[in-house]
Structure formats: structure tokens, C-alpha cells
């Protein structure tokens, strides 16, 4: 599976952004899409998941009711609205693909294939 992410840039605090995520390739394996961020130094965190089907969605605390994950099923395209935005939004946003299962869905050692990231960064 191949994924490309875009949508990052450079916001005020209280702005919003979204990201794209279009998969292509053997899609039919995918189980579940995740956003995931990463801040240098500090580990891969989850933000948002969201079933293959779009049936599903899940949130981190720290982002739910300013982020929603959503899935564009005939393009195959998985999106990351997220308003009011903070300056700790601020990191390298990936998607990710998991191909083996449903559970585990906040592991970001459970997916196997990423995008390169697209960075996002919020102003104070």
C-alpha cells in the first residue's frame, strides 16, 4: 500500500487544517487508516483512526473535539480536519496503513506502511 499524505503548513493557534491521505496499491488489505504525529525527540503518537469501511472512527483525548478523521470511500482518501488548532499540535503528521487486524488500532508498530509526513506547525 502507498500512501501520500498532504495539507500541512503553517497556522495560527485557533486555526484550522486538513489533511489528505490518498492510499493506492493492494488496498483491499487495509484493516484500518491512522494519523499519527511525531515531534523530534519524542515518539510516534496517535491521534486518529478510522476503519477501511469509514463505519469506525477513534480520536486521542488530547485531540477529540478539535480533530475528525473521515474516509472518502470511492477515492480511496482518508482526511484529518482538525480546528482550533494549539501550538503542542505542532509535529510531522503521518498516515499509516494496518493490514493484519482491527485491534491495536493506537500501536503505531501494528502498521506497516506510512507516508513520508507532512509537517504541520501552529503559531502562537
Known amino acids: 500500500v502507498q500512501l501520500v499524505e498532504s495539507g500541512g503548513g503553517l497556522v495560527q493557534a485557533g486555526g484550522s487544517l486538513k489533511l489528505s491521505c490518498a492510499a493506492s496499491g493492494r488496498t483491499s488489505r487495509i484493516y484500518v487508516m491512522g494519523w499519527f504525529r511525531q515531534v523530534s525527540g519524542k515518539e510516534r503518537e496517535f491521534v486518529a483512526a478510522i476503519r477501511w469501511s469509514g463505519r469506525s472512527t477513534y480520536h486521542a483525548e488530547s485531540v477529540k473535539g478539535r480533530f475528525t478523521i473521515s474516509k472518502d470511500n470511492a477515492e480511496n482518501t482518508v482526511y484529518l480536519q482538525m480546528n482550533s488548532l494549539k501550538p503542542e499540535d505542532t509535529a510531522v503528521y503521518y498516515c499509516?496503513?494496518?493490514?493484519?487486524?482491527?485491534?491495536?488500532?493506537?500501536?503505531?508498530?501494528?502498521?506497516?506502511?506510512w507516508g513520508k509526513g507532512t509537517q504541520v506547525t501552529v503559531s502562537s
Open positions: 499509516a496503513a494496518k493490514t493484519n487486524s482491527y485491534s491495536d488500532l493506537m500501536e503505531s508498530n501494528e502498521y506497516g506502511d
